[in-house]
């Protein structure tokens, strides 16, 4: 398929327009919470990328070597009811702990990978350990016949489609809420919850699997934690774009 320039240009005029209405309008609501984490005690911060954060004050986090991140929680979401409507009810235990094992892996990945070797992964809890520990609590599929439909609209107008199909709440999302815990004394240290919806894009070839855009959602939440970890004193970790040009 030829893109022609004036192709190019609808693009452009589309996303300034989405961009024009305010990033955090097309961002994903926040999560009321599943139980997890106390949300009632959480708040934003303009430093730091989730919904919601609390962090204990007095932390030497330099004490810390190493991290435990447990096997990821879907009892909160599974014990809810509002999964049942959908379009993958039938599948929704394989999925949510396929997607789980994917989240756990992923974030162990992005803290090996890490540069800086800020934290070395261990497999069972150390006495200079943190314990990172991580609940699914909300996983919606892609709603494959709606991002279909943005495939096959003339080049540049299914970014509309898409930015109407986040208005119709039809794209894929997921929520997690975390802990962060001494892993000798189990206080608890830290806790975050942020809740985000697949991307808007020209073409978004994510959205035409299941689960696609909750890999690329749990990827970039993992950068984060990783980026948060190293970050030195007022230093500000950005949250993610609601918008990307890439297809995948």
């Not at 005690?41 to 030497?60: C, H, I, N, T, Y």
């Not at 702990?97 to 992964?121: L, P, S, T």
């Not at 919606?140 to 109407?164: D, F, K």
Request: net charge neutral; glycine share 4%.
């Amino acid at each position: 398929m030829t893109i022609s320039r004036r192709h190019i240009v609808l693009v452009v005029s589309v996303l300034a327009l989405l961009a024009a209405t305010g990033c955090k309008s097309m961002k994903a609501k926040p999560s009321e919470g599943a139980g997890f984490v106390p949300m009632s005690q959480m708040s934003a911060r303009e430093d730091l990328p989730f919904q919601k954060v609390w962090v204990k004050s007095g932390v030497d986090w330099k004490n810390y070597t190493k991290l435990y991140i447990a096997k990821v929680n879907t009892a909160y979401l599974m014990n809810a009811n509002w999964w049942q409507q959908s379009v993958r009810s039938a599948d929704m235990q394989k999925d949510v702990a396929e997607v789980a094992a994917y989240m756990h892996d992923m974030f162990q990945k992005a803290f090996r990978e890490d540069a800086n070797n800020r934290f070395k992964i261990v497999d069972a809890p150390t006495p200079d350990s943190l314990t990172l520990e991580l609940a699914l609590t909300e996983l919606i599929p892609s709603h494959v016949v709606m991002e279909a439909l943005s495939l096959v609209a003339p080049y540049g107008s299914g970014v509309a489609v898409q930015a109407a199909a986040k208005g119709s709440e039809s794209k894929c999302t997921v929520a997690f809420e975390a802990k962060i815990i001494d892993s000798t004394g189990r206080q608890v240290l830290a806790m975050a919850a942020d809740r985000e919806q697949g991307k808007i894009a020209p073409i978004n070839l994510n959205a035409l699997t299941w689960y696609g855009e909750a890999h690329v959602i749990i990827d970039e939440w993992a950068g984060q934690f990783v980026k948060i970890a190293n970050r030195r004193p007022g230093e500000v970790v950005e949250d993610s774009s609601p918008f990307t040009l890439s297809p995948w």
